[in-house]
């Protein structure tokens, strides 16, 4: 099939209540740099303001509503603060207009939209609807375009954070569906992605029976062979799929859509240490028993050494996964946006972080590593408390 020829993904672009408040977030807790905003024309069209955030190659751009009938506007009638498009930097973008229209691809604009900033260079783009929720894709040509985005100015100079966390680029994007077939088959047909990972496990499998917490996913990871982009993509399983993590989040976000963006970094550990430092951005919490058990796991893993201490993987709860000798990837999950921001409408959406050393694969096996140490550690007390 030919290919669509990505390059990246050149941005993500935000739906958001409170600018104020994702501007503290991104330049003063995730110590991303400002570039620039919407010019008072185009806040007055579009009616929506946006600010441009970014570290190193981790583009974001952030609307919030000014008035009523903005795309930010009506985004957040209908769902917390998420991410509404995606946007891919491409070669040719009227060879994907073309793919798309005989792909059956869903074309939004009348026609490709151009633009030429100050010194010639152009820009050109369209957006696709997509089966991620509301969520669209837009794809963008750029020759020589220096601007920011159209309609946008750029600052005299970067503003606020040095990107100290030496953020990369986004890893994967990772959506969440009630069904995942129909994204796999229009990520196949329209998108040209192929099949790259997949798995599916059930909670139920690893803790002892009796428990009715247990909750099960599937997940399938679809990529770009060129541009090595990737889309991980998650749905609820049974038994009990409405507790499923997966559904829960379909419904918190009133909708399908993007649930985290891992943000690859070189060296993780002084990253977490970091972030942790830094009032505000708070991990979810991994239990003592996961690195009790962790030197056996690398191990039996077959990963056999890795170049941290399991004590300061511990100390700094980072996980760690991979299968062959020192192979291995290690990642962390932030806490929602909703819990840090003190706010449900900031909604479900996390980020990850994560760092390869030369493993390809998603953390599969800290699903099934977190579960065993939980159930270690019942099976531990339990005896603790019969004797
Ligand atoms: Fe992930």
């Known amino acids: 099939m030919e290919s669509l020829d990505i390059i990246k993904v ?34 007055a069209r579009g009616r929506q303001k946006s ?27 209908k769902h917390p603060e998420g991410v509404g498009t995606v946007n891919f930097l ?11 229209e005989q792909r059956g691809g869903t074309i939004i604009d009348d026609q490709l939209q151009r633009f030429t900033d100050e010194k010639g260079g152009t820009l050109a783009f369209f957006s696709i609807t997509t089966p991620f929720g509301n ?27 040095k990107n100290r966390f030496g953020f990369g680029k986004v890893d994967h994007i990772t959506s969440n569906f009630r069904t995942l077939q129909p994204m796999v088959l229009w990520m196949k047909h329209v998108m040209g992605f192929e099949e790259f990972w997949n798995i599916q496990f059930h909670t139920e499998e690893e803790i002892a029976q009796g428990n009715q917490h247990g909750t099960g996913l599937k997940s399938i990871v679809m990529w770009d062979p060129k541009s090595t982009v990737k889309f991980a993509n998650n749905e609820p399983s049974r038994p009990r799929f409405k507790n499923s993590q997966i559904n829960v989040f379909v419904e918190d976000q009133r909708g399908e859509g993007i649930q985290h963006l891992a943000l690859l ?7 977490v240490k970091a972030m942790r430092a830094t009032n505000g951005l708070e991990f979810l919490a991994t239990p003592g028993a996961y690195y009790d058990y962790l030197p056996e796991r690398i191990e039996k893993s077959g990963i056999k ?17 991979g299968h062959k000798e020192h192979q291995y990837m290690l990642q962390i ?43 270690r550690a019942q099976s531990a007390e339990r005896a603790k408390q019969a004797r």
């Open 333 to 375: 999950f932030m806490k929602e946006n909703g819990h840090l921001y003190g706010d449900r409408e900031g909604g479900p959406f996390f980020y990850e972080i994560i760092e390869r050393k030369g493993d390809k694969g998603f953390g599969g096996g800290n699903f099934k590593a977190l579960f065993e140490s939980i159930e």
């Open 90 to 100: 491409v070669r040719d973008v009227e060879k994907v207009w073309k793919l798309m």
């Open 265 to 271: 970094v070189r060296e993780i550990v002084p990253a």
């Open 305 to 321: 050494r890795i170049d941290e201490s399991v004590a300061e993987l511990r100390d700094l709860q980072i996980l760690i996964d």
């Open 135 to 161: 969520t669209t894709f837009r794809f963008v040509q750029r020759d020589g375009y220096e601007a920011l985005y159209p309609g946008f100015v750029k600052h005299p100079a970067p503003r606020g954070g």
């Open 51 to 77: 600010v441009v955030f970014a570290a190193n190659d981790v583009t974001l751009v952030c609307s919030a509503p000014v008035g009523e009938g903005g795309r930010a506007h009506r985004w957040l009638k």
């Open 10 to 43: 050149e941005s993500v672009h935000w739906y958001v209540h409170d600018l104020e408040r994702t501007r503290r977030f991104y330049t003063q807790l995730m110590d991303f740099a400002e570039l620039g905003e919407s010019s008072a024309e185009l806040t």
